[in-house]
Antibody, heavy 114, light 107 residues
Framework: QVQLQESGPGLVKPSETLSLTCTVSGDSINTYYWSWIRQPAGKGLEWIGR???????NYNPSLKSRVTMSIDTSKNQISLKLSSVTAADTAVYYC????????WGQGTLVTVSS | EIVLTQSPGTLSLSPGERATLSCRASQSVNSNYLAWYQQKPGQAPRLLIYGASSRATGIPDTFSGSGSGTDFTLTISRLEPEDFAVYYC????????FGPGTKVEIK
């Protein structure tokens, strides 16, 4: 049973860096693409980016200058860093498996506020 | 960037009825890399369809996807009470994007 669990601070101050981790169980992190997707309250889904095997990353062009994704194979974790956050970055952040996303975490709410 | 447009924005139907949801892309979707997701309040999205027409594991055959190029359709042949939700299409090519969603509500 593949399970994904997002974790990280629920509150981030404006201009700081949002850092989240997705821990994967029941699967090898080296086998698939892994994506981050976010959803502001009451709004639609926004793809943030994806990473494969630490050697290939694709980022949403609108976020590319602020996003960094990485993989820690020893911990079976994927991380997301989003710099210079504003209130517009307040959302539920999901990690998900695959080129198309067949397994999702439950999501974690990140609020950007001072 | 490929922009996806979904119509209608809201679909009001009764259980047992057929639902037809449309997803149109601003340019051709490579290799039919088109997926459909269902999302219920407070839950993560669930993959229904990938490759435009392939059902994901565990998805009932009341759900079907079709289309190619720029025009895609998700059909729910007979709505069950648990099918009332928001549906998103996604193209997952080189720079994935999601459509704005279609809400299927109980009439």
């Amino acid at each position: 049973q593949v399970q994904l669990q997002e974790s990280g601070p629920g509150l981030v101050k404006p201009s700081e860096t949002l850092s989240l981790t997705c821990t994967v169980s029941g699967d090898s992190i080296n086998t698939y693409y892994w994506s981050w997707i976010r959803q502001p309250a009451g709004k639609g889904l926004e793809w943030i980016g994806r990473i494969y095997f630490s050697v290939s990353t694709n980022y949403n062009p609108s976020l590319k200058s602020r996003v960094t994704m990485s993989i820690d194979t020893s911990k079976n974790q994927i991380s997301l860093k989003l710099s210079s956050v504003t209130a517009a970055d307040t959302a539920v952040y999901y990690c998900a498996r695959g080129y198309y996303q067949d397994y999702w975490g439950q999501g974690t709410l990140v609020t950007v506020s001072s | 960037e490929i922009v996806l447009t979904q119509s209608p924005g809201t679909l009001s139907l009764s259980p047992g009825e057929r639902a037809t949801l449309s997803c149109r892309a601003s340019q051709s979707v490579n290799s039919n890399y088109l997926a459909w997701y269902q999302q219920k309040p407070g839950q993560a999205p669930r993959l229904l369809i990938y490759g435009a027409s392939s059902r994901a594991t565990g998805i009932p055959d009341t759900f079907s996807g079709s289309g190619s190029g720029t025009d895609f359709t998700l059909t729910i042949s007979r709505l069950e009470p648990e099918d009332f939700a928001v549906y998103y299409c996604q193209q997952y090519g080189s720079s994935p994007t999601f459509g704005p969603g279609t809400k299927v509500e109980i009439k």
